[in-house]
């Protein structure tokens, strides 16, 4: 026989949760934009939105084709639309052009992708890694006419004088990882190549582009168009039946 599950005591005698929620009922509430759609205007464009992404590739040739800013900036602009926890929205998008910046970030990533490759990877990672055909060479970090590093916010600063008070942050890498997913869609419905990229360690990355003590390196995205020569491997992705399961 299981207790009740209901609190030992009601909200009303709770003095904590009595306060918390007087607060949040002062909260400023408004209607959430409508977008609804007819049944079938529904599934054409949700049929569209999977044709689009279907269409995406991890791309590491890309071709010297200019891309519009425009491009890269919205992509930005949806990326902080992506739901977080608290609403904190602990991210920061680091877009880089500058070639000198790129070689930097080049040199330093390929130093600890080699010693990923040559010592610190197990056996059965670089197992899992040959069918993809990569290794510590990033010519990309270079080719792509921007590089975007996204950071993850551990924490919040508040300027309060000379000094900076620190803001706790909640389920930063899932909000983080949700924001990017936004990113890399608004990307590919603009038709542009990525390639998700994640040396480890990336603390270098935090020195070279100056960023403050509250950020660590999330994930580095190449953005372009992809190379005529480039090619990807031939894997293919988990079918319907092997994600989804329905109850």
Request: charge should be neutral; avoid cysteine.
């Amino acid at each position: 026989m299981h207790g009740d599950p209901r609190p030992a005591a009601p909200f009303a005698e709770n003095e904590r949760l009595r306060a918390y929620l007087e607060l949040a009922a002062r909260a400023p509430m408004e209607p959430p934009p409508v977008n609804l759609l007819e049944a079938d205007e529904a599934i054409a464009a949700s049929r569209a939105f999977l044709a689009t992404l279907a269409k995406r590739r991890s791309i590491r040739h890309f071709s010297d084709r200019p891309v519009p800013f425009e491009l890269v900036e919205n992509a930005v602009r949806a990326a902080g639309l992506a739901p977080s926890g608290a609403n904190q929205q602990p991210w920061m998008y680091v877009i880089v052009s500058d070639p000198a910046v790129k070689e930097r970030m080049r040199v330093a990533i390929e130093r600890e992708e080699y010693e990923t490759y040559a010592r610190r990877a197990s056996d059965e990672w670089l197992t899992a890694l040959a069918p993809l055909g990569t290794d510590w060479h990033k010519e990309h970090i270079v080719h792509a006419p921007y590089v975007v590093v996204v950071f993850a916010q551990a924490y919040g600063l508040k300027q309060s004088g000379a000094t900076a008070a620190k803001i706790k942050h909640y389920y930063v890498a899932e909000s983080v990882g949700i924001s990017v997913g936004f990113f890399l869609a608004s990307l590919t419905s603009a038709g542009l190549a990525t390639l998700t990229h994640t040396p480890n360690p990336m603390g270098f990355l935090a020195d070279i582009l100056q960023r403050p003590e509250n950020e660590r390196a999330y994930v580095v995205i190449p953005v372009g168009y992809a190379a005529e020569s480039a090619r990807v491997p031939a894997v293919a992705k988990k079918t319907l039946a092997e994600i989804l399961v329905t109850r």
